[in-house]
């Protein structure tokens, strides 16, 4: 049973990986397109009034690319929930990007830590 949830959770964890490698790659493409418009209204010398509509659209595509992020990761600190909840919290999820990311915490459990202060190296007497 135990090897079926975990074949079960690998399945799910890569879903999830590739849906946030698909988002961050429409984000990067977009914000591709939406720089390369006005650069490319400048070589051609036409005035700012043109692709203006354009410009502000791909700009939307942005922001709801980022909230759809924003719902992914949150959707993966959910599935880590689920994880624990079907006893494998102790298991570590492949990624197949090899990106070897440390698990994150929200920003409220970010505020929670206690602040660390940087070593000084210290002159030897």
């Known amino acids: 049973m135990l090897k079926q949830r975990r074949m079960v959770a690998e399945q799910v964890a890569g879903a999830l990986f590739e849906a946030e490698t698909a988002i961050d790659e429409a984000i990067s493409k977009t914000a591709a397109l939406t720089g390369a418009m006005p650069a490319l209204r400048k070589q051609v010398g036409a005035s700012a009034l043109i692709g203006q509509d354009a410009l502000e659209r ?4 942005i922001a709801a690319l980022a909230e759809a992020r924003r719902a992914i990761v949150e959707t993966h600190k959910e599935l880590s929930v689920v994880q624990t ?41």
Do not use: F
């Open 58 to 61: 791909a700009s939307q595509a």
């Open 85 to 125: 909840q079907i006893g494998l919290g102790a298991v570590t999820m492949s990624d197949p990007g090899g990106t070897g990311k440390p698990p994150s915490m929200s920003a409220d459990e970010a505020r929670e830590q206690p602040t660390r202060r940087a070593l000084r190296a210290v002159r030897a007497a």
